[in-house]
Structure formats: C-alpha cells, structure tokens
C-alpha cells in the first residue's frame, strides 16, 4: 500500500521546536518532490514547504520563513519540518505529501495542492502556553 506515515506532533509551548517526520511506504521518495501542509480547525489546507527531488532544493511559506527547515534523507525513505520559534498561529494538523516538482513564485513556495498525492493521515501540532 502506497502511503505517508507523519509523525513527530506534539503540544508545544511559543518559541518551542519539533520536528516531524513523514516517512513513505509502499514506493520510494527518491523521484519525487515531497510537500508539507498545514490544516487548522474552520480553515483551508495550507501549504508550508517542498523539497525537490533532484537537487534537494527548498522553498517556504513566507510566515514560515527562517523558522522552518526541509530536508530529506532517502536512505530512510523520509522527510523532515524542523520546526523552530513555534508560534500559536502554526496550531494544526501536517500532513505531507508527494508530488513531480515543486512550485514557487521568486523564492517562496506557491502550492498547487491539487499536484499532490499519497496524503498521510497527519500528525497534530498544538502551540499553546
């Protein structure tokens, strides 16, 4: 069965860090782009990062900028969101998923979330004092 196993969510205080995990099953990472999204309760699915298959290059979200970390270990048939500076607004369920490249507009990420397949049933992320 092809699929994303996300894990690594937490409850968290401001300024805390996690980092997540989404590891693949049933195919492996090494041919495609691999994108992290964000759900909050009453709100639309948001795209964070991607990480690009070839060059292994990295793009974000503005509010995410300098904050968050992308990276990939194909080894391990996983990817990772370091994320750092934790803030209540970055409260929500991630999940990641694959697709053939990333999409950005100058240096920032810019989702197309209907490229996306193989969604994992995410892992929550709670910033809260």
């Known amino acids: 069965q092809v699929q994303f196993v996300e894990s690594g969510g937490g409850l968290v ?3 805390g860090s996690l980092r997540l995990s989404c590891a ?3 195919f492996t ?11 909050a ?3 639309e699915r948001e795209g964070v990062s991607c990480i690009d298959s070839s060059h292994g290059s990295t793009y974000y979200i503005d509010s995410v900028k300098g904050r ?6 194909n080894a391990k048939n996983t990817v990772y969101l370091q994320m750092n500076n934790l803030k209540p607004e970055d409260t929500a369920a991630y999940y990641c998923a694959a697709t053939s490249h990333c ?8 989702p ?3 490229k996306y397949n193989y969604w994992g049933q995410g892992t ?4 809260s004092s």
Do not use: C, E, H, M
């Not at 999409?103 to 810019?110: C, E, K, P, W």
């Open 13 to 15: 205080q401001p300024g």
């Open 24 to 26: 693949a099953s049933g």
């Open 29 to 39: 990472l090494d041919d495609y782009a691999i994108g992290w999204f964000r759900q």
């Open 41 to 43: 309760p009453g709100k």
């Open 68 to 73: 968050f970390t992308i990276s990939r270990n």
């Open 103 to 110: 999409t950005f507009f100058g240096s920032t990420y810019y």
């Open 112 to 114: 197309l979330t209907y």
């Open 124 to 127: 929550q992320v709670t910033v």
